[in-house]
């Protein structure tokens, strides 16, 4: 069984850090490219990160581009999300996410707000 926690959010002023976690179980994680996904209240779902199965390539929203650090550990099963210099417009549920066999897998998400 697919599971995805995610872990690590929290309330943080403008100019603060978060590091999100997300474990993963039940499939081959190191096989798996890695997303994190956010969603802020009335507006879709959009992809913040993206790393491959082995680390070794990265991809960021120009929003989030040289504040925000993905990264995995494939021995622990686990992403991870660097956030820095964040800002209000951060604020958002922060979904870990990977796609297999023609299908999304999604964890709970986790609450992040920036603010004074």
């Known amino acids: 069984q697919v599971q995805l926690v995610e872990s690590g959010g929290g309330l943080v002023q403008p100019g603060g850090s978060l590091r999100l976690s997300c474990a993963a179980s039940?499939?081959?994680?190191?096989?798996?490219?890695m997303n994190w996904y956010r969603q802020a209240p009335g507006k879709e779902r959009v992809l913040v990160a993206r790393?491959?199965?082995?680390?070794?390539?990265?991809n960021y929203a120009d929003s989030v581009k040289g504040r925000f650090t993905i990264s995995r550990d494939n021995a622990k099963n686990t992403v991870y999300l660097q956030m820095n210099s964040l800002k209000p417009e951060d604020t958002a549920v922060y979904y870990c996410?990977?796609?297999?066999?023609?299908?999304?897998?999604w964890g709970q998400g986790t609450q992040v707000t920036v603010s004074s």
């Open positions: 790393i491959t199965s082995g680390g070794d390539k990265t």
């Open positions: 039940g499939f081959t994680f190191s096989s798996y490219a």
């Open positions: 996410n990977f796609f297999r066999w023609d299908r999304n897998y």
